[in-house]
């Protein structure tokens, strides 16, 4: 008996030498797809470490390869989710904002990941107005969702409300399926998809407690009076000074607005803070007034003497100390669930990606939110970790963007992608292999009139040079050039040096809008959307 398990193991050996199938059939790999809501690259230890350490999150990176060049085709939340899923751009997928649900005749990469034999889960924020399709299991944030004792859309239980901090309930749920529903036959595709930190940024009490105590350093750019840009940027809203929240975003108390008189920024200001702060049960509300009720009386104290750039300074500091403690939580989860993989055998065969559904401004050019081209919010954190696919510590600096990822992901799972679908694979990129990939993005944001008032416009991005047309009830061009002019501070579009470049760069976007089908008259057909449906 004692030479039962040698005698096996040569049992195996020997038959796995005759058939080659045994040894060579990979399996299918399993994909955990992590996106948190408005994550900005700038606020991610693996692409800067001015702001905040994110030790979990720069593991996958470390592990695997981080792009430095991702971005998204329309800077929005459920617009950018849907490009993810469907593979195609906004124009074609038909969610150009986040006012209108989401089309489910679309076909998305998780029904058919589904439909060739993978387990699909889903935990968190989708943001489409309806429930997933492709999926066996699902627990949803009703729309934005919210930080405290939050309501969950199921699958199976109806509608749920559960008491305790969002991100970490969304990781508990993310660990709990790994636990208890993985089918162990199958290859699983799970996306965790955090809340955090999208607005108005309502850290856990560990964090809170840590990060209003810090100061961050301010962008070069906090300043900025909008110079050598067009009515786009002027007349944008969503400057830290004039359009951010009193109490929903700096958490000013209502009655303190008012006894300071400090009028509502706008109209939902105050709701915004009885909707997040007022959810809290009384202990979490005891917890919260114990360290934001000090900070409102320090406020109290130096508002009445503070100039407009002292008080532009503040702001940015309240805004970081809140959006960076919602992050905190987002990378403790995203140890656990990466700690799970490892304690479960389950690193070796899994893709991990961690993303956003775009960029968001930290303050640079004055503003928070994102819809721009501008870089901040048109590129994306995006890393990716594939044991024996991709080789550790690596760097990507292509124009990637999250129109690519359905497609890679049916790649991997050796399911041909629907050839409608207009990303590009990245597992060559995963393999080092970086020719013959894209030189140039189509971007197109919609969302006007809403709210931060960004004008709609479409562009081209290439590694040089970015061209912009806004249009709508304004009809003007910006071009930049990337590489003397980081921070996008100056159009050139008219510049005589330029007018080389506008020509090329305009020939070329004209191009890209025919390959991606995208044309004036469905500029025009979604204008009218909003006209007719206001
Ligand atoms: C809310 C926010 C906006 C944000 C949109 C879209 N206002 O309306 O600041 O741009 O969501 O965000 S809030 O005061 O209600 O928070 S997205 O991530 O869903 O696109
Ligand atoms: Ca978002």
């Known amino acids: 008996m004692r030479f039962y398990p040698v005698f096996l193991s040569i049992t195996f050996f020997f038959v796995a030498c005759q058939s080659k199938e045994i040894v060579k059939a990979p399996k299918r790999p399993n994909i955990l797809f992590i996106m948190s809501d408005d994550h900005a690259y700038q606020a991610i230890s693996a692409y800067s470490k001015k702001l905040i350490n994110t030790p979990n999150i720069d593991r996958i990176a470390r592990e695997g390869l981080l792009f430095t060049n991702a971005c998204v085709t329309n800077s929005i939340c459920s617009p950018s989710r849907a490009v ?35 387990q699909t889960a889903m935990f968190g924020k989708l943001h489409f107005g309806n429930s997933p399709k492709g999926f066996d299991q699902f627990r949803i944030l009703p729309g934005q969702g919210t930080y405290y004792n939050p309501d969950f859309i199921t699958k199976n239980e109806g509608e749920i409300k559960i008491e305790g901090y969002t991100t970490d309930i969304i990781t508990d749920m993310t660990l709990d399926w790994l636990e208890a529903e993985r089918d162990t036959s199958k290859p699983f595709f799970l996306a965790y998809l955090h809340k955090a930190p999208h607005r108005e940024w309502l850290p856990a009490e560990r964090h809170y407690q840590e990060f209003i105590k810090k100061t961050f350093p301010e962008p070069e750019t906090l300043f900025d009076n909008y110079d050598g840009r067009g009515r786009a940027a002027h007349e944008a809203e969503m400057n830290l000074l004039t359009h951010m929240n009193w109490a929903g975003d700096s958490k000013i108390y209502p009655e303190v607005m008012d006894e300071l008189g400090i009028p509502q920024t706008a109209n939902w200001d105050k709701q915004g803070f009885e909707r997040e702060v007022g959810r809290q049960t009384p202990t979490q509300r005891a917890a919260w007034d114990a360290v934001y009720r000090p900070m409102n009386e320090e406020f109290k104290k130096s508002y009445p003497t503070m100039t407009k750039k002292e008080l532009m300074s503040w702001r940015y500091q309240r805004y970081m100390q809140d959006y960076l403690g919602c992050i905190a ?47 901040e919010s048109f590129k994306t954190p995006l890393m990716v970790r594939w044991p024996g696919v991709i080789k550790p510590g690596t760097n990507n600096t292509q124009m990637v963007q999250n129109l690519d990822y359905a497609q890679t992901f049916l790649e991997a799972a050796g399911v041909t992608a629907p050839d409608d679908m207009q990303g590009e694979s990245l597992i060559p990129l995963f393999k080092g292999d970086t020719a013959n990939f894209r030189d140039a993005v189509y971007y197109h944001y919609y969302e006007y009139p809403a709210v931060h008032m960004v004008k709609r416009h479409y562009g081209i991005v ?70 007719t449906d206001q």
């Open 462 to 531: 290439t590694e040089e040079y970015k061209l912009v047309h806004f249009y709508d009830d304004v009809d003007e061009w910006e071009l930049y050039d990337r590489k003397k002019d980081k921070n996008e501070m100056k159009s050139v579009y008219s510049d005589p040096a330029y007018a080389e470049v506008v020509k090329d760069m305009t020939a070329k976007l004209a191009a890209l809008r025919i390959k991606y089908k995208d044309n004036e008259e469905l500029d025009k057909k979604y204008i009218d959307l909003y006209k």
């Open 329 to 375: 939580a987002v990378d403790e989860g995203v140890g656990k669930v990466l700690d799970y993989l490892d304690k479960n055998n389950l690193t070796e065969n899994t893709i991990v990606v961690y993303t956003s559904d775009q960029g968001f401004y930290l303050g640079e050019h004055g503003w928070f939110d994102k819809r721009f081209i501008y870089d």
């Open 84 to 118: 993810i899923l469907t593979g195609k751009h906004s124009h074609l997928n038909g969610k150009i904002d986040n006012r209108f649900p989401f089309d489910t005749t679309n076909i998305s990469f998780p029904q058919i990941l589904q439909d060739n034999g993978y």
